[in-house]
């Protein structure tokens, strides 16, 4: 076993990583064959170099860079339309209550009672299309004798009992134009429209954004993991 | 860019970022960071270059600080495992006299074997320090290690090398003998 000096060694080592960095195993990670990057002077990640060859590849920098804004603008979107969401559903609530309130403070009966008792005679949906526009639209919505003489003579019993119903407002304190003009007032009133049913929370930009938010911290995690 | 500039960065590309990945770990991302950062400011101070002929070494040392620079700033480990002195593997004690280098270190196919036996960053330290001439105490400086930490760790690797280059030539003279 013969020695050679330090300064052997180390030329062989360089040789070796120089000329052969293929035999190392350490560099097994780069791509010897790779081609040369194009390299784009000033940094501009993203811009077109006046040569017209594509940018450097974004670096890792950047790219977790836009991850970070990513997921953070994500996430504020997605706190910004719960809160307001809830605020919404707040409000809508403080609504109802003040409504049942005042109802209950002019004597009548619960909300869905009056409901229930005016959905016969005129469906709810079809009452607040047609109030919904303006307080003067409001006042021409089907009157309930026009609609009393459309209904068959076999039902004319049923007919009137309704037509009882809706005529007697202290009991069911609904906003018939023709006994109530307070009810239909307060029925036509924008406010009261805002309690419509329409004010339901937006579900389908919530799933969305959630969708976003989900998949960009899929996205990041798998990054993560593959580091 | 220049003709100059350009030619520059086709004939050194290569191996400026086979000695970056040496030093980042063989992280591929931070290789890219470091390499991008390397030749951004090679491309801006390429006018204070008085001395062509000296572009290799001075695209060496822009590595070199943006390596620091990128350790220094991210607070990222230069080892990324700790360098123990009680690895089995080596020596018990390491013979301060024995500097001598068995001829198969010498012989590239043999010695690209032997540093395969070692671990990664054992690898990085011989190559940093061999391959490309970087000094102990700048090692020491860019790990954040004590230089006589380093110094141990090292002697103490190349021993280990020491050894595995004997044993191959007595295993190759037990085969031809």
Known sequence: ??????????????????????????????????????????????????????????????????YTFGIAAAAACLVMVLSINALDSGSNLDMLNTSVSEMSGSGGAAP??????????????????????APTAARTIPQPESEIEELDTADMDEANALTDDIDTPEEANAPTPATDDAGMDEAATPEAAATDPPTHPPVVPLVIIAAVAALLLILFIKRKKQK | MSAEFESIYSEHYAEIHRFIYTIARRDPDMTDDISQNTWQNAWRYM??????KAVRS?????????AA??????????????????????????????????E???????????????????????????AYDVGLNEIAELSGLNYNTLKSTFRRTMEKLRKAARDMERDTEVKEG
């Open chain 2, 104 to 130: 198969a270190l010498a012989n590239t196919g043999l010695l690209a074997e032997l540093l395969g036996g070692l671990s990664e960053d054992e690898q990085r330290l011989i190559l940093l320090h061999y």
């Open chain 2, 69 to 102: 620079r990128y350790f220094a700033n991210r607070h990222v480990a230069f080892f990324s495992t700790a360098l123990t002195l009680d690895d089995e593997d080596a020596p018990d004690v390491v013979d301060e006299q024995d500097s001598s280098f068995p």
């Open chain 1, 1 to 66: 076993m013969s020695n050679v000096d330090e300064q052997r060694f180390k030329e062989a080592l360089q040789t070796l990583v120089r000329d052969e960095p293929e035999r190392l195993a350490f560099f097994d990670g780069l791509d010897s064959d790779a081609k040369l990057p194009p390299f784009v002077p000033n940094n501009t990640v993203g811009a077109t170099p006046a040569t017209g060859r594509p940018p450097l590849p974004t670096s890792a920098r950047t790219k977790r860079v836009r």
């Open chain 1, 112 to 133: 869905e009672e009056a409901y229930n008792e005016v959905t016969p005679a005129s469906a709810p949906e079809a009452a607040y299309d047609d109030v919904a526009p």
């Open chain 2, 47 to 52: 006018d204070s270059l008085r001395d062509r």
């Open chain 2, 58 to 66: 001075w695209l060496y040392s822009i590595a070199r600080n943006e």
